[in-house]
């Protein structure tokens, strides 16, 4: 109620009550419906800064006043009590809550800072006698500079995981190289000192070739006769009829 000589006082009524007044006494009408509010810093103030970065956040705030201290709130604030008290306190409560974070923390943790910004809003508001049914961040975002210096961190990671690769693949490379000769060259010894201790590896390995060939030309529509040299049959012939004709010789 708003009395002239004294201002506004109590007994408060509630909506669908009828009630004589004197004329000296008119009734003041006070919503005590939610009231939905889009906050953030830099509406206001500078955003915070953290980490050298600025960083900009955004409240959604679904606010009431509270019922009992409706006189209060009207006597001290006025009708438009949110608009003179939650941007500034929003601002206070924003920049006491961010600077516990720093920048990934923010990112990464962002439930946690949202829930401790609505505890600790919530507990500021009640000093105003108003309730906050919702408090939670609609938008987070960095500025210009913090977000080009992580897209460049990332390309700048990418790189060196590339070039890592690119140094453990010719290692490995280097490593095939090294086995696949040494494997070479063992196989070379091996038959080597297999056609010394058994002449038959030799003919087999005859027989093998020329197997392999007379597949291979088996498929062709040409018909063709090979003699033996061409099936290389012959190999290894050839040093001993030299040997044996310079003995003949001598």
């Known amino acids: 109620m ?18 004589i007044m004197i004329q000296v006494t008119r009734g003041c009408v006070g919503e005590v419906m939610s009231r939905r509010a889009l906050l953030t810093d830099a509406n206001h103030r500078s955003p915070c800064k953290i980490d050298l970065q600025m960083v900009q956040i955004t409240l959604r705030v679904l606010s009431r006043p509270n019922p009992t201290a409706l006189p209060t709130i009207y006597r001290t604030l006025g009708p438009d009590w949110d608009e003179r008290v939650l941007p500034s306190i929003v601002n206070e409560v924003l920049k006491s809550v961010v600077a516990q974070f720093n920048a990934s923390q923010l990112i990464t943790q962002r439930e946690q800072v949202s829930r401790l910004i609505s505890r600790n809003l919530r507990e500021r ?3 105003f006698n108003i309730l906050l049914d919702d408090v939670s961040i609609t938008h987070l975002a960095f500025g210009k500079e913090y977000t080009a210096a992580v897209e460049a961190k990332q390309v700048a990671q990418q790189e060196a995981e590339r070039a890592r690769f ?10 095939s190289i090294i086995i696949r000769a040494q ?3 063992k196989s070379a010894e091996m038959i080597g000192e297999a056609m010394r201790n058994n002449p ?16 291979t030309l088996s498929g062709s529509s ?10 290389q049959l012959n190999l290894g012939e050839v040093k001993g009829d030299e040997t044996h004709a310079g003995t003949n010789n001598s």
């Open 222 to 231: 040409n018909r063709m006769f090979l003699d033996a040299s061409s099936l």
């Open 166 to 175: 690119l140094v453990e693949k010719a290692l490995q490379d280097k490593k």
């Open 125 to 127: 508001a009640m000093d």
């Open 2 to 19: 708003f009395g002239r000589s004294r201002g506004t006082f109590s007994p408060l009524l509630e909506a669908e009550v009828c009630s």
């Open 183 to 185: 494997g070479e060259a």
């Open 200 to 215: 038959g590896f030799i003919q087999l390995r005859r027989i093998e070739a020329a197997r392999e060939i007379a597949g």
